[in-house]
C-alpha cells in the first residue's frame, strides 16, 4: 500500500466511526419524534417497529386540547422572553460598568458577583422559597420569573469581554460631548455584538429548560411551564407514552432548531466560559 | 453658583458607574447572597412551611440527620453516582480526539455530538424512562435481538444507579468534548510533530505527551463534575428507581423540604450539603490559580 492510499482508507475509516456514533447520538431523538406519532398499542409491541403504521396528529391535538399544552407553552415563552431580556439589560449594563469605570468598591462588588456563582442552587433554593412565600410570590407568574433574571456567571463573562473596548474610543466621543447613555447604546453595544449572541442563546436555553425553581414555585395548572407539565404528564398518567413523546417532542425541537441555526454562537459562548 | 453645578455634575459623573452596576448588585443580593446568609439560621429551626410559627431547636435537626437511615441511604446512591465523572471524562475526551481533526463534516459531527446538551433534561429523561421500559421498553428490545439476556433497568435496584449514569453521560458528555476539544487547541500541533519525528507511535504520543498536557482540561471537569454529582436532582426525579436505589441527598432534600414539610430538617442537609460543595470548588480555585501562575 502506497502512502497516499494509507491515508485515504484511514480517513475512511474516521468518517466510518463519526458516523454511527452520531447516528447512536441522534437516535433517541429521531425515535422520539416518530413514536410521537403512533397509537398507544403500538408502544406495546415486544417487537417495537420502527415507523408508526400511520403518522397520526391524534397525540398532538390530544396534548393541546385535553392536557393545555399550548397555555404551558405559552408560559414557556413569556418566561423565556422575559428573562432573556432581563438578563441582557442587567448583565451588559453590569459588565460595561465593571469593565470601564473605577469607583469605590468595585472589587468588593465584582468579587461579590464572582462568588455568586460558586454558591450552588441547592443551599439557597429553601431560604429563597421561604422569602418568596413571606412576599407572597410563591405561585405568581413575578415569582416564578424573578429568580432567573440574570446568570452571575454571564456577567463575569461580559466584563472580561468589554474590557476589550479600547477606551480611546469612548475617551473621544465624551469629549465630543455624547452622554453616557448615548456612549453606551451607540458605542459599547454595536462592538459586543458576538457578546450579545452568545448570552441570549445561553439565557433562552437555560429559561426554556429550568425545572427546579418552578416545580417549587408554581402550585397551579395555569402556571406550568413546558419541563414541569411534562413532569407531571408523567407522574399522573405514567402509561401515557404516546402523550409524553409528544410532549417532549413539542419541548425540545424548537430547542434543537435554534441550536443548529445559531451552531457556532454555543460552541463560542462554550469555549469563552470554560476554562481560564 | 457655578462651583454648585460643577459639584453637582461632578456627582453626578461619580454616580455613573453605579448605576450600570445597581441592577446586578441589587439581583445577586436579593436572590443569591441573602438566602445564603439565611440557610444555616433555617437549619436552626423546625420551620414547617404549614405552620407560621418557626422555633429555634438548636442542633436537633443535624442530630437527627446522623440517625436518619434514609439520609445515609441517600448519601450512598450518591456515592455510587461518583462513577459517573471518569466515565463522562473518557467518553468526552474519547469525543474530542475523534472531532480534533479538521476534516469535512467535521462541525456537522461536532453539532450533532453536543446536541443531547441543550435538551430539557425532564424532557428526555422521559424519553429514557420509556427505553428503560423492562418488557417493552427499546434498550431491551435490542439486548433481545442480539442473543442477549434482557436487563431490569431502573427496576432492577443493582442496575437503577448504572442506567441513570448511561443517561447521563449521553446527555453531558458534549460538555466535556468541547472543553477538551479547547485543550487540545491550546496544546497545538508543534508538539505531536516534534514527536512523530522522534518516532513515538499514536498511543505512545496520546499516553506520553497529549493527555498530560491536557492537565487543566482534566482538573476543571474532574471537580465541576464532581460538584454536578452532589446536584443530581432532575435526572433522578424523572428516573425513579425501584425501592429509592435513586434517590439522591437532593432527592430526599427536596421530598423531605418540599413534600413532607420539614424545611429545617431539609436546610440542615442541604447546609452539609453545600460545605462540601465549598471544599470542592476552594481545590478548584487552588488548582486554576495554580495552572494560571
Same mark, same amino acid.
Given at each position: 500500500m502506497t502512502q497516499k492510499t494509507k491515508k485515504r482508507a484511514g480517513g475512511a475509516v474516521l468518517l466510518l466511526v463519526r458516523v454511527s456514533l452520531s447516528v447512536i447520538i441522534a437516535f433517541p431523538f429521531v425515535w422520539m419524534v416518530v413514536s410521537s406519532f403512533k397509537t398507544i398499542e403500538e408502544f406495546y409491541y415486544l417487537v417495537p417497529t420502527f415507523l408508526p403504521k400511520a403518522f397520526s396528529w391524534d397525540n398532538y391535538a390530544e396534548i393541546i386540547q385535553k392536557y393545555n399544552f399550548l397555555a404551558y407553552y405559552k408560559n414557556s415563552l413569556i418566561v #423565556?422572553?422575559?428573562?432573556?431580556? #432581563?438578563?441582557?439589560?442587567?448583565?451588559?449594563?453590569?459588565?460595561y460598568g465593571f469593565a470601564k469605570f473605577k469607583f469605590r468598591g468595585r472589587n468588593f462588588l465584582f468579587l461579590m458577583i464572582l462568588s455568586s456563582t460558586m454558591i450552588p442552587w441547592v443551599a439557597t433554593i429553601i431560604p429563597l422559597y421561604i422569602l418568596a412565600t413571606n412576599l407572597n410570590l410563591i405561585d405568581t407568574m413575578a415569582g416564578l420569573m424573578i429568580p432567573g433574571m440574570a446568570n452571575a456567571f454571564n456577567i463575569f463573562l461580559a466584563?472580561?469581554?468589554?474590557? &476589550?473596548?479600547?477606551?480611546?474610543?469612548?475617551? *473621544?466621543?465624551?469629549?465630543e460631548g455624547? &452622554?453616557? &447613555?448615548?456612549?453606551? #447604546?451607540?458605542? $459599547?453595544?454595536? *462592538?459586543v455584538k458576538p457578546l450579545i449572541s452568545v448570552i441570549t442563546i445561553q439565557k433562552m436555553i437555560e429559561s426554556w429548560n429550568t425545572f427546579q425553581w418552578p416545580l417549587l414555585c408554581v402550585q397551579s395548572d395555569s402556571l406550568r411551564t413546558l419541563p414541569l407539565a411534562i413532569a407531571k404528564l408523567s407522574s399522573q398518567y405514567y402509561d401515557a407514552y404516546n402523550l !409524553?413523546?409528544?410532549?417532549?417532542?413539542? *419541548?425540545?425541537?424548537?430547542?434543537?432548531?435554534?441550536?443548529?441555526?445559531?451552531? !457556532?454562537?454555543? $460552541?463560542?459562548g462554550v469555549t469563552m466560559s470554560g476554562i481560564k | 453658583m457655578k462651583n454648585k453645578a460643577i459639584k453637582q455634575g461632578l456627582n453626578r459623573t461619580r454616580l455613573i458607574p453605579y448605576m450600570f452596576v445597581a441592577p446586578a448588585v441589587l439581583y445577586i443580593i436579593a436572590v443569591t447572597m441573602i438566602p445564603a446568609v439565611m440557610a444555616l439560621p433555617i437549619s436552626f429551626t423546625n420551620w414547617s412551611a404549614l405552620s407560621p410559627n418557626k422555633k429555634f431547636v438548636g442542633f436537633e435537626n443535624y442530630i437527627r440527620l446522623i440517625s436518619d437511615k434514609a439520609y445515609w441511604e441517600s448519601c450512598l446512591v450518591m456515592a455510587k453516582f461518583f462513577f459517573y465523572v471518569p466515565i463522562v471524562m473518557a467518553t468526552g475526551l474519547g469525543a474530542a480526539l475523534l472531532l480534533n481533526q479538521q476534516q469535512k463534516g467535521t462541525q456537522l459531527f461536532r453539532v450533532i455530538f453536543y446536541a443531547p446538551v441543550i435538551t430539557s433534561t425532564v424532557a428526555v429523561a422521559i424519553l429514557f424512562d420509556w427505553f428503560y421500559q423492562p418488557t417493552f421498553g427499546l434498550f431491551n428490545a435490542i439486548l433481545k435481538s442480539l442473543g442477549l439476556s434482557p436487563i431490569g433497568w431502573l427496576q432492577d435496584p443493582a442496575t437503577a444507579v448504572p442506567s441513570v449514569i448511561l443517561f447521563k453521560v449521553w446527555k453531558d458528555f458534549g460538555t466535556a468534548m468541547l472543553i477538551y476539544l479547547a485543550g487540545l487547541q491550546d496544546i497545538g500541533s508543534e508538539v505531536k510533530e516534534a514527536a512523530m519525528v522522534d518516532g513515538a507511535n499514536v498511543w505512545q504520543r496520546f499516553i506520553h505527551i497529549t493527555f498530560p498536557l491536557l492537565k487543566p482540561s482534566h482538573t476543571y471537569l474532574l471537580l465541576t463534575n464532581i +460538584?454536578?454529582?452532589?446536584? +443530581?436532582?432532575?435526572?433522578?426525579?424523572?428516573?425513579?428507581?425501584?425501592?429509592?436505589?435513586?434517590?439522591?441527598?437532593?432527592?430526599?432534600i427536596y421530598e423531605q423540604g418540599f413534600q413532607s414539610f420539614r424545611m429545617g430538617y431539609a436546610s440542615a442537609m442541604s447546609f452539609v450539603l453545600f460545605l462540601f460543595i465549598i471544599i470542592v470548588t476552594i481545590v478548584q480555585q487552588r488548582f486554576s490559580k495554580m495552572e494560571l501562575a
Open positions: #423565556t422572553a422575559f428573562q432573556v431580556i #432581563t438578563n441582557m439589560v442587567i448583565v451588559l449594563c453590569a459588565g466584563r472580561n469581554f468589554m474590557t &476589550g473596548i479600547p477606551n480611546a474610543l469612548l475617551e *473621544s466621543a465624551r469629549i455624547a &452622554g453616557e &447613555g448615548k456612549i453606551f #447604546t451607540a458605542i $459599547v453595544l454595536p *462592538s !409524553k413523546m409528544a410532549a417532549a417532542t413539542l *419541548s425540545i425541537i424548537p430547542v434543537l432548531i435554534i441550536y443548529i441555526i445559531f451552531q !457556532k454562537n454555543f $460552541v463560542q | +460538584i454536578n454529582v452532589f446536584m +443530581i436532582f432532575q435526572e433522578t426525579y424523572v428516573l425513579e428507581g425501584a425501592l429509592n436505589s435513586t434517590r439522591t441527598v437532593v432527592n430526599y
